[in-house]
């Protein structure tokens, strides 16, 4: 009987099929990771701030023979206070009621001769206003000297140690 299935199946034309082979699995293994180690970052030392000391401005009136609102600074001297290394602007007003007058600053530790003769021994002055006439006044801006206190002085003749006061500058 076998013979004549194919017999038909030759006489009608049609041809025996060929089954398709299944097909074969060939895809290659995904390797398998090992896991790997996490690494923590490498901290960054935070990159240190240096704080700008603040701009400081203020007014100092100079009177007859005095800083200030005493008449008194060989005993009781005016105190200005300022950080290292700010920026210091200092308006000088002089309200005496004919004399000039100025505000200087003597260096740190500097020995001021009694009585202070203008011209005379001004290597000790660290920074100077100018000479301001009566009724004038005139602003200067300076960085703060190093820390320390220093003794400021009206260098005209004659006016020291009557006219004087003190600079103290604080560390920022």
């Known amino acids: 009987m ?4 194919l017999f038909v199946t030759a006489a009608c034309g ?5 089954p398709t082979p299944a097909p074969t ?3 290659v293994p995904i390797a ?8 923590a970052p490498t901290p960054v030392a ?3 701030t240096v704080a700008t000391p603040a701009a400081v401005a203020f007014t100092v009136a100079m009177n007859d023979l005095y800083f200030g609102d005493t008449n008194d600074n060989m005993n009781n001297p005016p105190v200005w206070s300022v950080t290292s290394d700010a920026e210091v602007t200092v308006t000088v007003a002089n309200r005496s009621g004919g004399l000039q007058h100025n505000w200087a600053i003597s260096k ?6 009694q009585p202070f003769v203008g011209g005379e021994g ?5 920074l100077d206003s100018g000479v301001v006439d009566a009724g004038q006044s005139t602003t200067i801006t300076f960085t703060a000297p190093a820390v320390g206190e220093y003794l400021v002085i009206c260098t005209v003749p004659g006016h020291y140690p009557v006219m004087q006061g003190k ?3 604080a560390s920022p």
């Open 14 to 18: 049609g041809a025996a099929e060929t």
């Open 25 to 27: 699995n060939t895809s």
């Open 46 to 48: 935070p990159t240190p």
């Open 167 to 169: 600079l103290v500058v």
């Open 122 to 126: 001004l290597d000790i002055v660290l």
């Open 32 to 39: 398998t990771l090992a896991p790997t180690a996490t690494v």
């Open 108 to 113: 740190l530790d500097a020995v001021i001769p």
């Open 2 to 5: 076998l013979g004549a299935v």
